[in-house]
C-alpha cells in the first residue's frame, strides 16, 4: 500500500503563473516532509521540507503547505520558469526507529511553458 | 566539492553475474542510503546506514548487500543479477536527520540485466 501518492503524474502550466504540485499521505506516523526535484539523467535534488509542527514553510519562489487534518501537503511555485521543468517527489519520513528512511511518492513531471 | 560519486554511470550485465556499484562521498556524512528508481515507482529505499559499520534494510533489500567500513564509501553489492534488478540506483548521503539538511544524491547508475 501506497503511503505517499502524488495522483498527478503530469501537470503543465504558463511561465509566470504558479505551479501547484499536490501529494497525500496515509501514514499518521510521518513528521517531517519533503520535496526534491529531478532533472532527466540526475540524481534528486532537495528543494525544501517542512516539519509536522509547522503548516507552511517558504524559501523564494517555493512554499509548501501542510494539512496535518487531511494528510495532504502542497507546492506552490511562484512565479513558474521554464527552468522549473523537472519531476517533483514529495518524500516523508516517521519519527522513532528508522526515521532515516525516506518513503517517496511516485513523482509529478511539470512542465513550465514559455 | 565532488559530493556524491557513483560508478560506474552505466552498466550491462547477465543473470546470474555480481557486480558492485560504487558510492563514496566527501563530505563527512554519516548518513548514507541506496535507493532504486523503476519507471512509474518513484525511488525506493534499499540499505541504509547511520555511520560506519552500521547498516539496515529498507523496503527493498533481497537480492543487495552492503557494508560501511568508512565513512566515505557505501558500496552496494549485487549478489546473482536478475533482469528484476534491471533499474537506475542512486546513492544519497546526509550530514544528520534528513530533515534538517535535506540528503545529497549522486546521478546515478544505469544497470540493465539481460
Known amino acids: 500500500d501506497q503511503q505517499v501518492k502524488q495522483n498527478s503524474p503530469s501537470l503543465s502550466v504558463q511561465e509566470g503563473r504558479i505551479s501547484i504540485l499536490n501529494c497525500d499521505y496515509t501514514?499518521?506516523?510521518?513528521?517531517?516532509f519533503l520535496w526534491y526535484k529531478k532533472y532527466p539523467a540526475e540524481g534528486p535534488t532537495f528543494l525544501i521540507s517542512?516539519?509536522?509542527?509547522?503548516d507552511k514553510n517558504e524559501d523564494g519562489r517555493f512554499t509548501v503547505f501542510l494539512n496535518k487534518s487531511a494528510k495532504h501537503l502542497s507546492l506552490h511555485i511562484v512565479p513558474s520558469q521554464p527552468g522549473d521543468s523537472a519531476v517533483y517527489f514529495c518524500a516523508a519520513s516517521a519519527r522513532g526507529g528508522g526515521s532515516e528512511k525516506l518513503v517517496f511518492g511516485k513523482g509529478t513531471k511539470l512542465t513550465v511553458n514559455p | 566539492n565532488a559530493g556524491v560519486t557513483q560508478t560506474p554511470k552505466f552498466q550491462v550485465l547477465k543473470t546470474g553475474q555480481s557486480m558492485t556499484l560504487q558510492c563514496a562521498q566527501d563530505m563527512n556524512h554519516e548518513y548514507m542510503s541506496w535507493y532504486r528508481q523503476d519507471p512509474g515507482m518513484g525511488l525506493r529505499l534499499i540499505h541504509y546506514s547511520v555511520g560506519a559499520g552500521i547498516t539496515d534494510q529498507g523496503e527493498v533489500p533481497n537480492g543487495y548487500n552492503v557494508s560501511r567500513s568508512t565513512t566515505e564509501d557505501f558500496p552496494l553489492r549485487l549478489l546473482s543479477a536478475a533482469p528484476s534488478q534491471t533499474s537506475v540506483y542512486f546513492c544519497?548521503?546526509?550530514?544528520?536527520?534528513?530533515?534538517?539538511?535535506?540528503?545529497?544524491f549522486g546521478s546515478g547508475t544505469r544497470l540493465t540485466v539481460v
Open positions: 544519497a548521503s546526509s550530514y544528520g536527520r534528513h530533515y534538517q539538511y535535506g540528503y545529497t
Open positions: 517542512i516539519s509536522s509542527i509547522k
Open positions: 501514514n499518521s506516523m510521518f513528521d517531517y
